[in-house]
Nanobody, 125 residues
Framework: QVQLVESGGGLVQAGDSLTLSCAAS????????MGWFRQAPGKERTFVSY????????LYADSVKGRFICFRDNAKSTVYLQMSSLTPEDTAVYYC??????????????????WGQGTQVTVSS
């Protein structure tokens, strides 16, 4: 079993940047491809980004493409989500999750099994 802990959230202004971290314990993170999701108040959890085990492949939701960058440091068992040009629409709780390794759409939450507790990102206008 792997435990995930997100950090780095906070209150920022529109146009600011923020980098989230997802640290793993229990198992080495290099075993897993990873996903980032977010959930805004009153809305469903939605896909943000995906990164392969080695980090050589990434996917992004259209809403964050060109503004967010996902990368990882397997030696530190940590995955990062670098966010820039933030807008109030990015306000949400951000979650990281491990890819269970089954075939499927990496933008769908069902392919992920272990989830962190989330970190709040609030962007003021």
């Amino acid at each position: 079993q792997v435990q995930l802990v997100e950090s780095g959230g906070g209150l920022v202004q529109a146009g600011d940047s923020l980098t989230l971290s997802c640290a793993a314990s229990g198992r080495t993170l290099s075993q897993y491809a990873m996903g980032w999701f977010r959930q805004a108040p009153g809305k469903e959890r939605t896909f943000v980004s995906y990164i392969s085990q080695s980090g050589d492949r990434t996917l992004y939701a259209d809403s964050v493409k060109g503004r967010f960058i996902c990368f990882r440091d397997n030696a530190k068992s940590t995955v990062y989500l670098q966010m820039s040009s933030l807008t109030p629409e990015d306000t949400a709780v951000y979650y990281c999750a491990t890819d269970r390794g089954v075939p499927g759409n990496k933008m769908s939450s069902y392919v992920y099994d272990y989830w962190g507790q989330g970190t709040q990102v609030t962007v003021s206008s």
